[in-house]
């Protein structure tokens, strides 16, 4: 098996091969093209989140591989928006992603949490746009509601059966993790209550394949759960799975997110049964090729000068998503008049910018959402109830603020029992009544008390950061911090 090893170091020229070379050398490639004997191979990403720039050097490495393996599958476990205002905003969202996803030949994608940031109709867009189907088993769609959403595919490969389910995350609301308002009649059930379902397409398929995005962790606790399958294909973790390994007999695999890995997998079938599988993980940034033909439509997508304006300087680098969070949350309070500010730590996506210019790209990228800003009128120990509520919300992480520092103060195991304010002007009070600014999903998620139903500023965040910079026209966070360590 030294000679497959030397052929695909041929082929993969500069490919860097996170996992042992081992792999390669116990790979075994089954030329006998029979319908019940063959090698199914499948290189699969999870959590692109719009990052189309590297592409070029994904459909380079496919094609790479298609020398080797002229049959082979692409999958994505999901999340394919929501990062780069150059896909997010255009029109229709999301259409250079899956303008680039069917030049590359996907086969598959599972419906990720984010795919629903746009709602019902853009998500339904992007199925009519993509030459791919969309996999989500524990959806519940009414009849007059038109989404081309299938629970799961049977592919023909080399003449063996493969089935493919798919499932996305559900959180404690019963929903995705995307904004509430998008899933207007759309339910959904918890994945491992519907699962049972669609063992039986075990017995309908030569390969059984979960499409996941539902998180590693989870994907683990699936594979104890159901061993049926013979490989998880996952994402909505972030988890870079460099060595990937079997657990209780299921392959697992993620390959991190913003399309800087894959994974490949390779399914042996003898005589009708799953023989092996064996995964590697390969980098895509490392890659030197590039596909000429979607380096093409790249280069016309990013040719959108609306995002290129520079409309502050940072006159010191932003070296925390907490500095960010700061500057984003002085232009949600500045602009709408409130005392305070807050943002949830999830609705920013970046964690560092470097000096220099501050271009309206760069707010997008930290805040791709476009959620309305909100302002309540709240007492003092609402405002209280309120941090305390985001506390959870996020994790067990404070939210990011303007006007105040504060301190959640916790119990032993980090469940917050009060919060300590001190606002950056003035006496706080219990008693008094204060203008709080955040976005709609934080007005929409978190459980919390007010004096009135808040009032929309008919602004998203990322309008008001843009009016804030454009005013200051400088700016410096660096080192800001307003949430103090959790006691």
Known sequence: MKRLFFFLSLVLASLLWVNSCDFADNQKINKNQNSKNAT???????????????????AALADSLR????????????????????????????????????????DLCAVGNHEWDGGVEALQRNIEDAQFPFLCANVIVPSEVKLDVKPYLILENQGVKIA?????????????????????????????????DYLSLKEQSDVFI??????????????????????????????????????????VTQAGSSLKYATLTFITVQNGKVADVQATTLSVKDFKKKNKEVKAMLDEFNNDKRFSEA??????????????????????????CADFAFANTGGLRIDHLKKGPITIKDIYNIDPFANEVVVFQMTGKQLEGFIMES??????????VSGMT???????????????????????????????????????????????????QYMTTEEMAIQYLRKHKTVSYKGASRTAPCR
């Open 164 to 196: 493919v389910l798919g499932v996305v995350e559900t959180r404690a609301d019963g929903f995705p993790g995307a904004h509430p308002d998008h899933f207007t009649k759309i339910r959904f059930k918890r994945a491992t209550d519907v699962i049972p």
């Open 40 to 58: 199914i191979a499948i290189l699969s990403v999870n959590d692109m989140h719009a990052a189309i720039d590297p592409m070029p050097k994904f």
């Open 311 to 336: 409309i502050a300087t940072a006159t010191t680098d932003f070296d925390t998503r907490e500095s960010l969070g700061c500057m984003m949350t002085d232009g949600i309070r500045e602009v709408s």
């Open 210 to 251: 979960l499409l996941s995005h539902l998180g590693y962790e989870e994907d683990l606790e699936v594979a104890e759960r159901f061993p049926v399958f013979d490989a998880i294909i996952g994402g909505h973790s972030h988890t870079l799975v460099e060595h990937p390994a079997k657990h209780n007999g299921v392959m």
């Open 391 to 400: 506390y959870k919300k996020n994790g067990r992480y404070p939210s990011y």
């Open 406 to 456: 504060y301190t959640v103060n916790t119990t032993s195991d980090y469940y917050p029992k009060s919060v300590t304010i001190r606002p950056d002007k003035g006496r706080y009070s219990k008693d008094a009544v204060y203008k709080v600014a955040m976005n709609s999903y934080m007005a929409s998620t978190v459980r919390f008390e007010s004096l009135d139903d808040g009032q929309s």
């Open 67 to 106: 020398q080797v393996y002229p049959d082979l599958l692409i999958f994505s476990a999901g999340d394919n928006r929501t990062g780069n205002p150059i896909n997010d905003q255009y029109v229709p969202a999301n259409y250079p992603m899956v303008a680039l996803m069917n030049k590359v030949g996907f």
